[in-house]
């Protein structure tokens, strides 16, 4: 099997959400002494990135979005196992991400999460009903390059304007971007109380976070 093949078989087993093909082309590849990273960028990161897309358009659907990101995590755990041997692990930042306080909605915010790691995120999910002040003291001890918040209430979108309060108040505006997403907000309400960036669904969302990240 060419490269290239397996590149397309990669993104194949990825779109297909087949957890075992992802996970043994992956060793296939590692075995063949391709380049973990260009294994990821060239073949299953394309993959997950078109499953994202086809998820955003309506063509797809979540429980095939979910087989599609676990694929994609086995196959992320393997690579960076080996990437850390040779101590060059893909590193695209970290985020800390949670559904605010008062706020038990959280599927959106899990599939953002899924993606994320897909696409070599480090991510620290602080689950739902999260205080502003723990997403500012996970951040800080996790190190983190991007909180995301999620409100699913018109009730509890003023916790995201309240992080973005303290983040100020604090002097740490500048340390960390913003994300702030829910079928409550908006792109003007992102632009109202400070947020970096707005994301419209999950797979916007991980295409923001990458924007950011790149123009920070």
Do not use: C
Not at 15 to 28: F, N, R, W
Not at 91 to 106: A, F, N, Q, S
Not at 182 to 202: F, L, M, Q, S
């Amino acid at each position: 099997m060419t490269e290239n093949e397996m590149f397309e078989k990669a993104q194949e087993a990825i779109e297909k959400g087949d957890t075992e093909t992802a996970v043994q082309l992956a060793k296939q590849g590692l075995e063949a002494d391709i380049d973990g990273i260009e294994l990821l960028n060239k073949g299953f990161i394309p993959g997950i990135n078109k499953v994202g897309d086809l998820f955003g358009d309506g063509q797809l659907f979540l429980p095939e979005l979910i087989l599609s990101a676990n694929a994609m995590q086995g196959v992320i755990e393997i690579i960076n196992a080996s990437l850390e041997k040779k101590g060059k692990k893909q590193k695209r930042g970290k985020v800390v991400i949670g559904t605010v306080e008062g706020d038990l909605h959280d599927i959106g915010k899990t599939i953002v999460v899924s993606l994320l790691k897909a696409n070599g995120f480090e991510v620290k999910d602080l689950g739902r009903d999260v205080p502003v002040d723990r997403f500012i003291e996970e951040a800080e001890a996790f190190g983190a390059n991007v909180i995301g918040t999620s409100a699913l209430l018109t009730t509890t979108m003023t916790v995201q304007k309240e992080l973005e309060e303290q983040l100020k108040e604090k002097g740490l505006k500048g340390k960390y971007k913003t994300i702030v997403g829910g079928a409550p907000v908006t792109e003007r309400w992102a632009k109202r109380i400070g947020a970096d960036a707005y994301a419209a669904d999950a797979t916007d969302g991980v295409r923001k976070i990458k924007e950011l990240l790149v123009n920070n």
